[in-house]
């Protein structure tokens, strides 16, 4: 038994020695992939294309579009809401007049309660279309800031909408505008641009023919 034991480690070392002969010693470099497996996958890809593209079932290239085109007539566009329209415009006018409507005091006035704002849609009109230097008098107070000029920013639409949106916000309560008021009062001043003063304001407001 001892001398059996004794053998073990230079038979299984010799063992080794003869796997190693017979192993293929290893070469430097790359070997080239075969042309048949890559004209192989070329052919299931060609094909695997090909497949999709005539089998789509539902599916559609519209599928994740977030502005699909349209495809039929769906008929006229809902009308534009004027107080959401006029909300959007009267950002524009918040850092004088501000977002609840009560302007500055003794500097920009406000539009809450101002009869500026909720009398005649035509005056309204002018004063966007031309602005309107103080001294100004609303609700009993003098303001004597100067409002610029609309009318080379805004269509009469978006007008109309902010007007409408003021006369009808922070309590105040009037009949809304067309775009075709602001329209006729544009064609009136088309010769006129020169910013308006309490007087000349009220000058132009006699003088509308009903």
């Known amino acids: 038994m001892s001398s059996h034991s004794d053998d073990l480690p230079d038979r299984v070392l010799s063992m080794h020695e003869q ?7 290893p070469k430097d470099g790359s070997t080239a992939t075969p042309v048949a ?14 497949y999709i593209a005539d089998n789509p079932g539902n ?9 699909p085109a349209h495809t039929a007539f769906s008929g006229p566009p809902a009308p534009t809401d004027p107080m959401l329209l006029g909300k959007e415009v009267f ?9 609840d409507g ?3 005091a003794g500097t920009y ?11 005649d849609e035509r005056r309204l009109a002018a004063i966007l279309m031309n602005g309107i230097n103080g001294p100004l008098v609303v609700n009993g ?16 639409e978006e007008l109309a909408a902010v007007m409408t949106y003021v006369r009808n916000t922070w309590g105040n309560n009037a009949a809304p505008v067309s775009k075709e ?4 009062v544009r064609a009136e001043l088309a010769a006129n641009s020169t910013t308006w003063t309490a007087e000349t304001l009220a000058a132009f407001t006699k003088g509308e023919s009903k």
């Open 37 to 50: 497996f890559l004209l192989m996958c070329f052919f299931f890809t060609a094909w695997g294309g090909y």
């Open 141 to 156: 107070n003098t303001y004597s800031s100067e409002m610029p000029n609309w009318r080379s920013y805004f269509k009469d």
């Open 91 to 99: 950002s524009a006018c918040t850092q004088c007049h501000q977002l």
């Open 59 to 67: 599916w559609s290239g519209q599928e994740y579009n977030e502005r």
């Open 102 to 104: 009560k302007g500055v």
């Open 181 to 184: 008021i602001v329209a006729k």
């Open 19 to 25: 796997a190693v002969r017979e192993m293929e010693e």
């Open 109 to 119: 006035p406000p539009l809450v309660g101002s009869e500026y704002v909720t009398g």
